[in-house]
């Protein structure tokens, strides 16, 4: 006898995150493209020439037939762009056709399928029209605004760092006070919490960091449901005891947002490094705006220069710090376009098997984000109380650790009783980035 499969988190539930996603903050989002787009045609026309300005409508078209069909529930379609990821779209697509003897919903499968869907179509408007398809990118300005609008928080931050790297210089092993426990914990836990800093949650809304983000830290500690923080330094202090190879220890970086998150995951890379933790750290990126506010190779080279040409010395000084550790490869920037398929991770090996042997050569990976987490756990209906090893389905190309704050409901590896717990107090604690989690794992199952 075999357990019934679990159900994939959906929109065909009424009361879920997803039916409230996919019925109201989806069609917001696509309406805010449309009318960003719209505004600016004049603009594109200018910069770009007649045709571009032209193809602004077809663009609109494109998007607002989206819109349409996602309110109406009608059937998922093939993608029909050039994109090499097309085929790959459109396999997944009719390996569910297959599977339900007719075309997916947007209400009726699985909210992890139709949401990636969404943004993959938003990709396939501007890419069908080929004067404007490497020259716009549709959440650009809304990400450079976010950094801009969190100036205050990141300056407090790199001030922060600037102080804390002068007093590495001598290493961890002059580290009598535990200096390096402490610093590891407050750096880890700020990129925790810049994960709350996420436009697609806020539907291209304002959602900045207005307040010292350090000063957070302590305040914050009891909203961690689950903190592995300890654990996890304790193994990256035992690999860098031990013998490495001749390029040392290397931790990976699977990013999340733009703007203020991706500062604070740089300030963490940049302290694993000064503090002589890692030797060489490797982000990922995607390949092609996805969910709003999530990095590619542009607004991570955005930010590098951006930061570089400030006239504040700790933004100016690790703006240039950090270009050169691009230049001496102590720093990677690398992108893969699984990270923006429907697939979730349990399906790596098999459909990106150069993804999965390249993380494993990773000594640690921090995964970031709601939607990666998601991706870990393949979005299904566990029990709260499921072991985080057995809902990550044999996907464990390295150790590693999810930092990430709930805006999804769902979550697992909680204390029996916790969830009541909470909900108790806060009905909505699932899926208000209030709450968050610091989970690793070392173990295969």
């Given at each position: 006898?075999?357990?019934?499969?679990?159900?994939?988190?959906?929109?065909?539930?009424?009361?879920?995150?997803?039916?409230?996603?996919?019925?109201?903050?989806?069609?917001?989002?696509?309406?805010?493209?449309?009318?960003?787009?719209?505004?600016?045609?004049?603009?594109?026309?200018?910069?770009?020439?007649?045709?571009?300005?032209?193809?602004?409508?077809?663009?609109?078209?494109?998007?607002?037939?989206?819109?349409n069909e996602l309110q109406t529930n009608k059937p998922l379609t093939p993608i029909?762009?050039?994109?090499?990821?097309?085929?790959?779209?459109?396999?997944?697509?009719?390996?569910?056709?297959?599977?339900?003897?007719?075309?997916?919903?947007?209400?009726?499968?699985?909210?992890?399928?139709?949401?990636?869907?969404?943004?993959?179509?938003?990709?396939?408007?501007?890419?069908?029209?080929?004067?404007?398809?490497?020259?716009?990118?549709?959440?650009?300005?809304?990400?450079?605004?976010?950094?801009?609008?969190?100036?205050?928080?990141?300056?407090?931050?790199?001030?922060?760092?600037?102080?804390?790297?002068?007093?590495?210089?001598?290493?961890?092993?002059?580290?009598?006070?535990?200096?390096?426990?402490?610093?590891?914990?407050?750096?880890?836990?700020?990129?925790?919490?810049?994960?709350?800093?996420?436009?697609?949650?806020?539907?291209?809304?304002?959602?900045?960091?207005?307040?010292?983000?350090?000063?957070?830290?302590?305040?914050?500690?009891?909203?961690?449901?689950?903190?592995?923080?300890?654990?996890?330094?304790?193994?990256?202090?035992?690999?860098?005891?031990?013998?490495?190879?001749?390029?040392?220890?290397?931790?990976?970086?699977?990013?999340?947002?733009?703007?203020?998150?991706?500062?604070?995951?740089?300030?963490?890379?940049?302290?694993?490094?000064?503090?002589?933790?890692?030797?060489?750290?490797?982000?990922?990126?995607?390949?092609?705006?996805?969910?709003?506010?999530?990095?590619?190779?542009?607004?991570?080279?955005?930010?590098?220069?951006?930061?570089?040409?400030?006239?504040?010395?700790?933004?100016?000084?690790?703006?240039?710090?950090?270009?050169?550790?691009?230049?001496?490869?102590?720093?990677?920037?690398?992108?893969?376009?699984?990270?923006?398929?429907?697939?979730?991770?349990?399906?790596?090996?098999?459909?990106?098997?150069?993804?999965?042997?390249?993380?494993?050569?990773?000594?640690?990976?921090?995964?970031?984000?709601?939607?990666?987490?998601?991706?870990?756990?393949?979005?299904?209906?566990?029990?709260?109380?499921?072991?985080?090893?057995?809902?990550?389905?044999?996907?464990?190309?390295?150790?590693?650790?999810?930092?990430?704050?709930?805006?999804?409901?769902?979550?697992?590896?909680?204390?029996?009783?916790?969830?009541?717990?909470?909900?108790?107090?806060?009905?909505?604690?699932?899926?208000?980035?209030?709450?968050?989690?610091?989970?690793?794992?070392?173990?295969?199952?």
């Amino acid at each position: 006898m075999t357990d019934k499969p679990l159900e994939s988190l959906s929109a065909k539930f009424s009361d879920s995150f997803a039916y409230a996603t996919i019925k109201d903050r989806l069609p917001v989002i696509l309406t805010k493209i449309i009318d960003s787009i719209h505004r600016t045609r004049n603009e594109i026309g200018e910069k770009y020439g007649c045709e571009a300005k032209e193809q602004v409508k077809d663009v609109v078209g494109r998007l607002s037939k989206l819109r349409n069909e996602l309110q109406t529930n009608k059937p998922l379609t093939p993608i029909t762009d050039d994109g090499r990821d097309a085929e790959i779209w459109n396999e997944y697509l009719q390996s569910r056709i297959d599977s339900l003897q007719q075309a997916p919903t947007w209400f009726e499968d699985s909210w992890l399928y139709v949401e990636c869907y969404m943004y993959r179509r938003i990709h396939e408007a501007f890419q069908l029209s080929d004067h404007i398809r490497e020259n716009i990118k549709p959440f650009r300005q809304q990400k450079e605004d976010s950094f801009n609008n969190c100036q205050q928080a990141i300056m407090v931050l790199l001030d922060f760092l600037m102080k804390t790297t002068s007093t590495l210089e001598y290493g961890a092993e002059n580290d009598e006070n535990n200096e390096t426990e402490k610093l590891f914990n407050e750096f880890l836990k700020v990129s925790l919490w810049g994960n709350k800093c996420d436009l697609s949650i806020s539907a291209l809304g304002d959602n900045v960091q207005n307040v010292d983000p350090l000063s957070q830290i302590e305040m914050l500690q009891s909203k961690i449901l689950i903190d592995n923080s300890q654990q996890v330094l304790e193994y990256l202090k035992r690999i860098n005891s031990e013998e490495r190879g001749p390029t040392g220890v290397r931790v990976d970086i699977v990013l999340d947002n733009a703007g203020f998150e991706l500062v604070t995951d740089l300030c963490f890379a940049e302290f694993l490094l000064s503090s002589k933790l890692a030797d060489s750290v490797y982000f990922h990126g995607k390949a092609l705006p996805w969910f709003v506010s999530d990095v590619v190779a542009s607004d991570f080279f955005w930010t590098l220069n951006t930061l570089k040409s400030s006239e504040h010395a700790s933004l100016s000084h690790f703006g240039n710090k950090w270009a050169k550790r691009i230049k001496n490869n102590s720093w990677m920037y690398v992108e893969h376009e699984f990270w923006t398929t429907p697939f979730d991770f349990s399906h790596m090996e098999m459909i990106s098997p150069a993804l999965h042997a390249e993380l494993a050569l990773s000594d640690f990976i921090f995964l970031k984000g709601d939607l990666n987490y998601r991706k870990l756990c393949g979005d299904l209906n566990w029990s709260h109380t499921t072991p985080y090893e057995v809902a990550l389905r044999g996907f464990h190309p390295a150790p590693h650790c999810s930092l990430r704050t709930l805006k999804a409901d769902i979550i697992v590896g909680l204390a029996d009783g916790k969830d009541k717990e909470i909900e108790s107090n806060d009905p909505d604690w699932m899926t208000t980035g209030k709450y968050a989690v610091v989970q690793w794992c070392n173990n295969r199952v």
